[in-house]
């Protein structure tokens, strides 16, 4: 008998086909209220999960006895308590790797949208008010040349600090729980500790993940040790940062700019103060999200599932305890 997979998230019709082959597939089409209750409705006959975007806590979890795996379309797995899924030796999977060079580009996207004011000066052009040369109200600051610091020197933060180093010539600092020396050694980059990386980088770039020692990392504190000049660029997640007081340094001109791709809650609320302020570019979590790159996520995650499913150790498996030998 074929194992039931519940989706909820749309796949292309090559990895549909595939999943069909091997499963008996439930599609949640929108994780609106209605695809909610169909979602509940499925969970108790559900083998393998599919996804991303949703918490997946104990609440809904215990509606699904036979559950034995969970694949995850992200690299983050915040959503997902992993604590609870080992306890029932719930298989948990992530998609690491396929996503990390889109996701460093975004993270430089942002660099550079913030430093040289793309956003707010193409949005002038847009509305008639480029009637004269600019002058220095209107100019940026280079990114070439300046300091690259990186908060979470993994997967992402070393594509990024290539894309500094041999791209911009940036000097590249960087934290992380401990030191890399190969990644020293590639980029010529340096070990800093916390407060030392955020007074001395021009731009201040998050890539950890989001976890109990995460949440909240940077608040009024760690903004207060940053420099006027210093633009802070977060395509982490949201809630790493105290928003509240992001948007207070901000406002109080204690840095420079943000390049936010992530956000304390998401959507975005349209009412956000970040909004009104011009040196913020905001983005809606586009860290990944490109068509080839999304594809590859989606055809991962299928990959690891399907393994799980047939008795076989997935390749990206996150909680490995639960994992029977
Ligand atoms: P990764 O390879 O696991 O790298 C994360 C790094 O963060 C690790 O090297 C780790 O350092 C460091 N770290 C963790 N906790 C830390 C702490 N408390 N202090 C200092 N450093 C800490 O993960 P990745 O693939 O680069 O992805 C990183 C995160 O980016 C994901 O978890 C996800 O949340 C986010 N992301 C966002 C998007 C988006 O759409 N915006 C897309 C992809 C990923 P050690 O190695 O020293 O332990």
């Not at 979602?39 to 599919?50: T, Y």
């Not at 190969?182 to 993940?209: G, H, K, M, W």
Request: charged share 20%.
């Amino acid at each position: 008998m074929k194992k039931q997979v519940v989706l909820y998230k749309k796949l292309s019709p090559p990895l549909m086909a595939r999943l069909h082959e091997q499963a008996q597939v439930t599609l949640i089409e929108s994780l609106d209220a209605q695809g909610l209750d169909t979602l509940r409705e499925a969970l108790p006959r559900a083998h393998g999960l599919l996804g991303a975007s949703l918490k997946l806590d104990a609440e809904l979890l215990d509606l699904a006895p036979d559950l034995e795996a969970i694949a995850s379309v992200s690299v983050g797995v915040d959503n997902y308590d992993i604590d609870y899924l080992t306890e029932r030796r719930i298989l948990l999977t992530n998609t690491p790797d396929v996503l990390t060079e889109t996701t460093a580009d975004t993270g430089f996207a942002l660099i550079l949208a913030t430093a040289r004011r793309v956003v707010e000066l193409a949005n002038m052009v847009r509305a008639g008010q480029w009637q004269r040369n600019i002058g220095p109200a209107h100019f940026g600051s280079d990114v070439h040349g300046k300091t690259l610091g990186i908060i979470g020197m993994g997967r992402i933060g070393e594509a990024l600090a290539q894309r500094g180093h041999f791209g911009f010539g940036m000097p590249v600092i960087y934290h992380s729980h401990s030191p890399k020396p190969a990644v020293e050694q590639r980029f010529n980059a340096q070990y800093r500790s916390l407060p030392e990386l955020l007074q001395q980088a021009d731009f201040i770039c998050l890539t950890l993940p989001l976890t109990a020692e995460t949440e909240g990392l940077i608040g009024t504190e760690e903004l207060a040790l940053m420099r006027p000049e210093s633009i802070f660029i977060n395509i982490s997640r949201g809630k790493v940062v105290d928003e509240a007081a992001l948007i207070q340094a901000l406002r109080a001109g204690q840095i420079r700019a943000a390049g936010l791709d992530v956000f304390e809650h998401e959507p975005l609320n349209p009412d956000s103060p970040l909004l009104q302020l011009n040196n913020v570019v905001a983005t809606p979590h586009i860290g990944s999200a490109t068509h080839e790159t999304r594809e590859a996520m989606a055809r991962c995650a299928v990959d690891n599932l399907l393994a799980a499913l047939a008795g076989e150790r997935p390749a990206n498996l996150v909680n490995v305890l639960a994992w029977k030998v």
